[in-house]
Nanobody, 129 residues
Framework: QVQLVESGGGVVQAGGSLRLSCAGS????????????MGWFRQAPGKEREFVAA????????YYADSVKGRFTIARDNAKNTVYLQMNSLKPEDTAVYYC??????????????????WGQGTQVTVSS
């Protein structure tokens, strides 16, 4: 199974930016990663995990939650087995643990956490007001 490791979280003031990265590694990771829809989710304290963004295996299509549309951008580099989440104009309500996740290879885009089979350990993003 491909291992996913997030990085790039931290503390930032409202209005600032962060870029999260999620790198896939392990046996067969290159072929698996490049054929999988990748998603970003987040979970704030006391709340359920929610969809943030997703990108198709080729990178040709992206999808966003309404709460982040126009502020966040998801991208991927299959040569590096890495997916990114560029977060701009951050707000205090964006504070959460952010997780990247992979669907099974060749699966369709999903917007629920149950659609994703493989998860990273998460990275904390804190936006101060």
């Amino acid at each position: 199974q491909v291992q996913l490791v997030e990085s790039g979280g931290g503390v930032v003031q409202a209005g600032g930016s962060l870029r999260l990265s999620c790198a896939g590694s392990g046996a067969g990771s290159g072929r698996t990663f490049s054929s999988s829809v990748m998603g970003w989710f987040r979970q704030a304290p006391g709340k359920e995990r929610e969809f943030v963004a997703a990108i198709t295996w080729s990178g040709s299509r992206t999808y966003y939650a309404d709460s982040v549309k126009g502020r966040f951008t998801i991208a991927r580099d299959n040569a590096k087995n890495t997916v990114y989440l560029q977060m701009n104009s951050l707000k205090p309500e964006d504070t959460a643990v952010y997780y990247c996740a992979a669907r099974m290879p060749w699966g369709a885009v999903g917007f629920n956490s149950n659609d994703y089979a493989n998860w990273g350990q998460g990275t904390q993003v804190t936006v101060s007001s």
